[in-house]
């Protein structure tokens, strides 16, 4: 899909690096093909020596004739990055951000017109290729471009599409997600403690669950709920756990967590 694509990944951050990785590694684009930009020349070497491929600080000279841009800075830096590649952005480039609460609009609108837009919302575990990534198309996107769009992003995980509208609840479920199960994870694992099991024993203990009933649910395709079942043996252990995380309200706080948080990404979305 990507052979022979040329690809500029105008900041190549944390964000950036694990996708440049990722398509490495997948075999798919030759590094020759890649170019990195970042806004230090400090930052130079860390992406030639870590990524193996070219790192300039110009965006200009890296997005001119590129068939792929990937805009990978942080939000507060997207308009002066789109000011800056204006003249040489052409119609027949896909421009991919990644950047939080920047909507397709506020991209499009920096660029000449008919320039083709995907937002994406990736999560964090994507630096681990486990992310989960939420694509949306802009105006004039096509879909050869979505298909190109969505196999990149498979490089560092899994990958859905979802209209623009929805951008800010994925913000608050996916994208802010690995938090809330960091806290699960930890409280569980103090749990442990408070047994009498090491830490960094509680710790895996948890978290290796915590992968393995993920595994389930997405392998199996069953509903969480039947999974839960399946665990929870009449008059057993796991029905009194159970009963105590209805009476500490687990699911309206997770599901409150979530709504609160798309919310305050609703007020952050830049639009103009
Ligand atoms: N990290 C994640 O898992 C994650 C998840 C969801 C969304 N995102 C989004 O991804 C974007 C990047 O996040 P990140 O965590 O990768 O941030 P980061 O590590 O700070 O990377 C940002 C990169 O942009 C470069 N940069 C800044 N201004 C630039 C400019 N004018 N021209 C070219 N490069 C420039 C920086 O260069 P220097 O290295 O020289 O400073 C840096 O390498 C953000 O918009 C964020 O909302 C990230």
Redesign the pocket.
Known sequence: MLKGKRIAI???????E?LVTGLLHRGDVESKHIIA????T??LQRVRERLEVEAI?D?RTAVTGRDVVLL????Q?MA??LK?IYPVAQTNQLFIS???S?TTAFIEERLPEGCSVIRV????P??LNE?MSVLCNGKNVSKEQQAIAEYIFGAVGRTAFLDEKLMDAVTGLS?SGPAYIYVVIEALAEAGVKLGIPRDVSTLLVAQTMLGAARMTLETGQHPALLKDTVTTPAGCTIDGLMELEEGKLRVTLVKAVVKAAERARELVRTE
């Open positions: 105008v900041g190549a951050g944390k964000l950036g694990a930009t970042v806004a230090r400090d930052s600080t965006n990978a800075v942080k939000p830096n002066k990055v800056e990644v950047a939080a920047v919302m990736p999560n964090t994507a630096l992310g994208g």
